[in-house]
């Protein structure tokens, strides 16, 4: 009788853990369905026209440093994070005016 009545404790006990772990996976699941999505947006380099990246490389804290040439400017090194601002980079090459 007493192994009888072990045997309804364990069943009782799995059925909730059962029951309880198929409604927390639902509730997981419904809740990244329903996060909003990151808004990406373009992050701008303004570089006068003409400008290129030559090289780039990138560390091991994820900074990305690009050796920018050319627009009748002196070499330059452009230097960011796309961990900390996760977004596109393009140059907007503006129109450089001779003064």
């Given at each position: 009788m ?5 045997v309804?404790?364990v069943?009782a ?5 059962l029951v ?15 996060s909003p999505?990151?808004?990406v947006t373009?992050?701008t ?6 400008s290129?990246?030559?090289n ?9 440093f690009?050796?920018v ?9 452009i230097?960011?994070n796309?961990?900390?601002n996760?977004?596109?980079?393009t140059?907007?090459l503006?129109e450089?005016?001779?003064e």
């Amino acid at each position: 009788m007493d192994k009888l009545k072990t045997v309804k404790i364990v069943v009782a006990i799995l059925t909730f853990l059962l029951v309880f772990g198929m409604f927390s996976a639902i509730g997981i699941i419904f809740n990244k369905l329903s996060s909003p999505k990151n808004q990406v947006t373009n992050q701008t380099i303004n570089q006068p026209q003409g400008s290129y990246i030559d090289n780039f490389k990138i560390d091991t804290e994820g900074n990305v440093f690009m050796l920018v040439k050319g627009g009748n400017q002196p070499d330059r090194i452009i230097i960011t994070n796309p961990k900390k601002n996760p977004s596109p980079i393009t140059i907007n090459l503006v129109e450089q005016k001779n003064e």
